[in-house]
């Protein structure tokens, strides 16, 4: 999956990704934002915010800042802020992969969807732990490998399928986590299916 061809499939996938998959997937988000419990006055980075359905999740504690490759979804994503009338957060156009901030300068992360949909997912989580502080969170919900070998193994199948869709489905938890610094404190299975993972890291880089 190169980048180009990624925002291309986005870009379509805009004005309807709300009505496609905003309900499915509303409940793992709302966990994901939970689970992140972003504080009074913490930077917070969205990767991959996509429409920005989660921004108004956040309440108004935290600053919140949101990248996405397709600009089409940032339309949406100012669209969003604009109809909820959220006043702390900020959206950006940035390569998830190769970001432009200084490093650890977020209190927390959180990653809806979006480490099976980029390019290199070892790069992705590498621009993550860097910009998270030493200490920090960062929450994943993904779809990842399943612990049922038979289900994990149709997994590998479609993904040649999915990745025209603009995802994959043959990544392993220890695959995207492998080679970096994050300590899973907390991880279940969310719907639809189970399929989907939610998962919380506290970043033990040194300081």
């Known amino acids: 999956m190169d980048l180009a061809r990624l925002e291309r ?13 905003g309900r499915v997937f509303d409940g793992p988000r709302k966990a994901a934002v939970q689970w992140l419990d972003a504080r009074p006055g913490e930077r917070v980075l969205e990767v991959g915010v996509g429409t920005g359905i989660a921004l108004p999740m956040y309440g108004p504690d935290p600053f919140v800042v949101g990248v996405d490759f397709s600009l089409g979804m940032l339309r949406e994503a100012q669209t969003c802020i604009s ?14 992969m190769r ?12 990653a809806a969807y979006v ?12 621009e993550m732990v860097r910009v998270c502080k030493p200490g920090g969170r960062i929450v994943i919900v993904s779809h990842l490998h399943h612990r049922n070998r038979l289900i994990a193994f149709g997994q590998r199948l479609l993904s040649p399928i999915t990745q025209h869709l603009g995802w994959r489905t043959d990544l392993s938890l220890e695959a995207v986590l492998a080679g970096t610094p994050l300590q899973v404190t907390r991880v279940t299975t969310v719907p639809p299916l189970g399929l989907w993972y939610l998962v919380e890291c506290r970043n033990a880089k040194p300081a």
């Open 9 to 21: 499939i986005y870009d379509a996938y805009a004005k309807i990704y709300d009505r496609l998959f």
């Open 115 to 126: 480490v099976t949909a980029v390019p290199d997912c070892r790069q992705l989580m590498a």
């Open 83 to 96: 109809a909820h009338g959220v006043t702390n957060a900020c959206i950006l156009r940035m390569d998830a």
């Open 99 to 110: 970001m432009a901030f200084p490093d650890s300068c977020f209190d927390a992360l959180m």
